[in-house]
Nanobody, 126 residues
Framework: QVQLVESGGGLVQAGDSLTVSCAAS????????MAWFRQAPGKDREFVAA??????????NYADSVKGRFTISRDNDKNTVYLQMNSLNAEDTAVYYC?????????????????WGQGTQVTVSS
């Protein structure tokens, strides 16, 4: 498994941009698929974005609700995955979780991932 620590959350205004980061420890980061999920109060955890590991082409996958606004990327030298979020709106308010699995996947399902961070709060005021 990979140990994950998210950072970069905060309070922003609608229309602003914010980048959250996820630092990973463990030698398997470069061969792990990475993903971001989010959970708003009273709602289920939902998929945001995923990125395959580089040897698998580094392909990405996005939820329809964030496509064109959010970008997932990874820096294997820094063992870090990023989620750049643009044009934020109140519906993006949630705790954002980083997830990982040593597998060929960009799955949208929470059960596909076996390592999770503690989350970072993103609040968008309208």
């Amino acid at each position: 498994q990979v140990q994950l620590v998210e950072s970069g959350g905060g309070l922003v205004q609608a229309g602003d941009s914010l980048t959250v980061s996820c630092a990973a420890s463990g030698r398997t980061f470069s061969t792990a698929a990475m993903a971001w999920f989010r959970q708003a109060p009273g709602k289920d955890r939902e998929f945001v974005a995923a990125i395959a590991f580089s040897l698998n082409g580094g392909r990405t996958n996005y939820a329809d609700s964030v496509k064109g606004r959010f970008t997932i990327s990874r820096d294997n030298d820094k063992n870090t995955v990023y989620l750049q979020m643009n044009s934020l709106n109140a519906e993006d308010t949630a705790v954002y979780y980083c997830a990982a699995v040593a597998d060929f996947t960009t799955s949208m399902k929470t059960q596909a991932y076996d390592s999770w961070g503690q989350g970072t709060q993103v609040t968008v005021s309208s």
